[in-house]
C-alpha cells in the first residue's frame, strides 16, 4: 500500500490532479491507499453512518429554512404550512425530525463503543476529547431546533433549560436575559436561536473534520485493541470497508425511514402540536429522549437530598443539579486518564466488562426515570442512579484499572487470529 499520489489515464483527472491532488487526498484518507485494520466489526459502522445523519440534516435543514418563518406569530403555521402545503414538506421535515434520532442513536452506539473497545485510550485520546465536544455542539444544536417549531414543548422546554442558568450566582440573572433577549422566552429568543441552530451544524462538519484528521494519524482502534502491525494486519479501506459502510447505510436507511414513513411521530411529544402558549404549562415537561438521562441527573438533586451534602452551604440544590448535569458530559473528557488499565479492548479485561454493561444499564435507567414524574420512588432511584454514573466514572473505572488482572493479550491482529485457526 503505498501513499504516494496515483496516476491517472483521464487527462480530466490527470489535470485536476496536477494542480490540486483532490483525488489523491480522498484516496490516502477512505480509499485504497488509507490501511485499516482487517478485524473491525459493524461497531466500526457508526461513526460513517453519523457521518452521513450529519449530512442529511444539514440538506433537509436548508430546505426547511426556505419556508420557516422565524417569528412567533408565524413560526407555528409556517411549519403546519411545510407539512400540507409545500411539496413533499412533510417528508423533508420527518426526516429531519427523525435524523436527530437516529443521530443521537448512532452516536450514542459510537461512544459506548469507543469505550468497550478503549478507543480513547493513548494515543487516541484528543480524538474522543473533540469527540466530547462533538456531542455538546449535537445537543446545542438539538435544543436549538426543538424550540423552532413553536409548540408547546419547544416553548417550556426552552423555559426551563434556559432558566437553570439563572442559578448561577451574581451573574446568573443577566445571563438568562442576554439568553432570551428580553424578559421571557419570545420572539428574539427565537431569533437567536434560529440563528444559532443554522450555525452549530457548520461548526459541527468543522470538528467532525478535526476528529477525522486525529483519526487518521493512529488510524483506527480494533475489537482486539493491540497495536496492529505493518503490513499484515491491515487491509485497504476501499472496497473492503465502503462496502460494509454501504452495507450500513443501508440496514440504517430501512430503520430510519421505517419510523419516517409509519411511525413519524415515535419520538414526538405529542404537546408539541399544539402552538406555544405563555399561559398554560402543560402536565409534564418533558424534554427530547435523547436528553433523558441528564435531565433525571438535573433532577436528581432535590433540595430536601442536597441539603445533607457537605457543600451545600455553598451552592444550591438547583446550582448542583445544574453542575452535575454538564459534569456528566464533561467528566468523559478525562475518561482517558481515569481508566487505570494499559488494556484497551473489554474482550480482555473479565471485571471491567461486566461493570461496562451496569453502566450501560445506568444509563438506560437514567433515561427512563428522566421521562417519569419527579415524585415518589421515581426520585430516589433516580439519586441512585445519579450517584452511580459518577461512583462508576470516578472510582469503578479507576480502581478495577488497578486491581483487575487482565487475560493474556495477544501480539497482533494477526497473531490471534492465527492462534485460534489453530
Ligand atoms: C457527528 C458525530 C460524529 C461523527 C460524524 C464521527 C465520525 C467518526 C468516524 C467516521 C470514525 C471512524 C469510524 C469509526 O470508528 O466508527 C470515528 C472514530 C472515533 N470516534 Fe467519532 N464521530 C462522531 C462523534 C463522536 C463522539 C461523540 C465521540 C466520543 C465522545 C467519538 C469518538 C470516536 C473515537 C474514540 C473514534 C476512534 C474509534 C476507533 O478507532 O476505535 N466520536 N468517528
Redesign the pocket.
Known amino acids: 500500500m503505498s501513499s504516494s499520489p496515483i496516476e491517472f489515464k483521464n487527462p480530466v483527472l490527470k489535470w485536476v490532479e496536477y494542480r490540486l491532488p483532490v483525488f489523491s487526498f480522498i484516496d490516502s484518507s477512505v480509499g485504497g491507499s488509507y490501511p485499516a485494520p482487517r478485524n473491525?466489526n459493524y461497531?466500526?459502522?457508526?461513526?460513517?453512518l453519523?457521518?452521513i445523519?450529519?449530512a442529511v440534516m444539514v440538506a433537509t435543514g436548508i430546505v426547511l429554512a426556505m419556508h420557516y418563518t422565524a417569528h412567533v406569530d408565524y413560526a407555528f403555521d409556517s411549519v403546519e404550512r411545510i407539512m400540507r402545503d409545500v411539496n413533499y414538506g412533510w417528508l423533508i421535515r420527518y426526516i429531519h425530525m427523525n435524523g436527530g434520532s437516529m443521530?443521537f442513536i448512532?452516536?450514542y452506539i459510537?461512544?459506548f463503543?469507543?469505550m468497550y473497545?478503549g478507543?480513547?485510550k493513548e494515543p487516541?485520546e484528543l480524538?474522543?476529547?473533540?469527540?466530547?465536544f462533538?456531542?455538546l455542539a449535537?445537543m446545542a444544536t438539538a435544543f436549538l431546533g426543538y424550540v423552532l417549531p413553536w409548540g408547546q414543548m419547544s416553548f417550556w422546554g426552552a423555559t426551563v433549560i434556559t432558566s437553570m442558568f439563572s442559578a448561577i450566582p451574581y451573574v446568573g440573572d443577566a445571563l438568562v436575559t442576554l439568553l432570551w433577549g428580553g424578559f421571557s422566552v419570545d420572539n428574539p429568543t427565537l431569533n437567536r436561536f434560529y440563528s444559532l441552530h443554522y450555525l452549530l451544524p457548520f461548526v459541527?462538519f468543522g470538528?467532525?473534520f478535526v476528529?477525522?484528521w486525529a483519526?487518521h494519524v493512529h488510524?483506527?482502534?480494533?475489537p482486539l485493541g493491540v497495536e496492529a502491525r505493518e503490513p499484515e494486519d491491515f487491509i485497504p479501506f476501499h472496497p473492503y470497508y465502503t462496502i460494509k459502510d454501504l452495507f450500513g447505510m443501508g440496514v440504517l436507511l430501512i430503520f430510519f425511514l421505517g419510523f419516517v414513513f409509519y411511525a413519524p411521530n415515535f419520538f414526538g411529544e405529542p404537546d408539541n402540536y399544539i402552538e406555544a402558549n405563555p399561559m398554560v404549562t402543560p402536565a409534564h415537561i418533558v424534554p427530547e429522549w435523547y436528553f433523558l438521562p441528564f435531565y433525571a441527573i438535573l433532577r436528581a438533586f432535590t433540595a430536601d437530598f442536597f441539603m445533607y451534602w457537605p457543600v451545600a452551604w455553598l451552592m444550591s440544590a438547583k446550582l448542583a443539579g445544574v453542575l452535575a448535569m454538564f459534569a456528566a458530559t464533561l467528566i468523559?473528557v478525562l475518561l482517558p486518564w481515569l481508566d487505570t488499565s494499559k488494556v484497551r479492548s473489554n474482550k480482555f479485561r473479565p471485571i471491567n466488562k461486566q461493570f461496562f454493561w451496569i453502566f450501560v444499564a445506568d444509563c438506560l435507567l437514567l433515561g427512563y426515570i428522566g421521562a417519569k414524574p419527579a415524585e415518589g420512588n421515581f426520585i430516589i432511584i433516580g439519586q441512585i442512579a445519579t450517584f452511580y454514573y459518577f461512583f462508576h466514572l470516578v472510582v469503578l473505572v479507576p480502581l478495577i484499572g488497578i486491581l483487575e488482572r487482565p487475560k493474556p493479550i495477544p501480539e497482533s491482529i494477526s497473531t490471534a487470529v492465527i492462534k485460534s485457526a489453530e
Open positions: 473491525l461497531w466500526w459502522n457508526f461513526g460513517s453519523a457521518g445523519i450529519l443521530f448512532c452516536v459510537h461512544m463503543r469507543g473497545y478507543s480513547y487516541r480524538l474522543w476529547i473533540i469527540g466530547v462533538i456531542l449535537m459541527l470538528l467532525v476528529h477525522l483519526l488510524r483506527s482502534n480494533n468523559l
